[in-house]
């Protein structure tokens, strides 16, 4: 039997820089490499019809909606409207949404927890999971999800970069957490540490392209093919085989987001 295709759980392929062949060509790319389904992830409320005509385009592709922590400047949405928003079958989920303390205008943290609370509020009256961003900032991110009830709708904590500690607070929460291609970086050995050390069932991979381009691709432009490298380092520090990686981050996805599409049946790993 073929080996179970690998899923890029957060990407941002609108923003790919692919000039008239976009995205066809990292498709291609990446269903050569066993890359079944892409869940392309929102960053503000106005390119939403970008993304949801990406998902009409493409059957392997889905989205989210939700406004990130960084840009003091991004049109603000009711939860009301943004669960309106997530009512399409091709919306999986609220976000990326959450704390991030090296966001330039950070400063008053305010205005990003009120931000990040809309959205939690969101995803409970649309019934969707959260996306969620942190960085630099666990504790308050796991504190804000807990008096919110996130528990309630799960999620992911995409790029996760935080110790055991803070993994094991989000899995309390019934999250997942996904691993981008920080894992791959030379200075990342606690990383891989908590990567060895986390259950099967709550594990995912990611590219956050055009972010965050894994060894051996440092300095170029992420893009989803290379969510197989961080699948191949997983696989590395756990002592298991790609495709046992490919198995379950893929299972993981599909039991948190039942209603995605099935894989593209001509990505073969």
Request: glycine residues 6%; proline residues 7%; aromatic residues 6%.
């Amino acid at each position: 039997m073929a080996a179970v295709p690998l899923v890029d759980s957060h990407c941002h392929l609108h923003m790919l820089d692919a000039g008239p062949d976009h995205p066809e060509t990292y498709l291609d790319r990446a269903r050569e490499r066993g890359i079944g389904h892409f869940l392309t992830v929102s960053v503000d409320i106005d390119s939403a019809p970008d993304l949801l005509a990406l998902t009409d385009a493409y059957p392997q592709i889905t989205t989210s909606v939700g406004v990130h922590p960084c840009g003091r400047e991004l049109r603000e949405v009711a939860p009301e409207e943004l669960a309106a928003m997530a009512d399409h079958p091709r919306v999986l989920a609220i976000g990326e949404t959450g704390l991030d303390a090296q966001c330039a205008d950070a400063d008053d943290r305010d205005w990003q927890i009120q931000r990040f609370r809309r959205q939690v509020r969101a995803a409970h009256l649309a019934g969707k999971p959260l996306i969620i961003h942190s960085r630099g900032a666990p504790a308050d991110t796991a504190r804000i999800l807990e008096e919110e009830r996130a528990d309630l709708v799960g999620g992911i904590i995409h790029c996760f970069t935080d110790d055991m500690a803070a993994a094991e607070r989000y899995l309390d929460l019934g999250f997942h957490i996904s691993l981008s291609g920080i894992l791959t970086f030379r200075q990342a050995a606690a990383l891989r540490e908590v990567a060895a050390g986390l259950p099967r069932s709550c594990l995912l991979v990611e590219t956050d392209c055009p972010y965050l381009a894994p060894v051996p691709h440092r300095g170029k432009q992420n893009q989803p093919a290379w969510v197989r490298e961080v699948a191949e380092c997983l696989a590395q520090v756990r002592g298991e085989s790609l495709e046992q990686v490919a198995a379950y981050t893929t299972e993981n996805f599909y039991r948190l987001f039942p209603q995605a599409p099935a894989p593209d049946p001509d990505a073969v790993l």
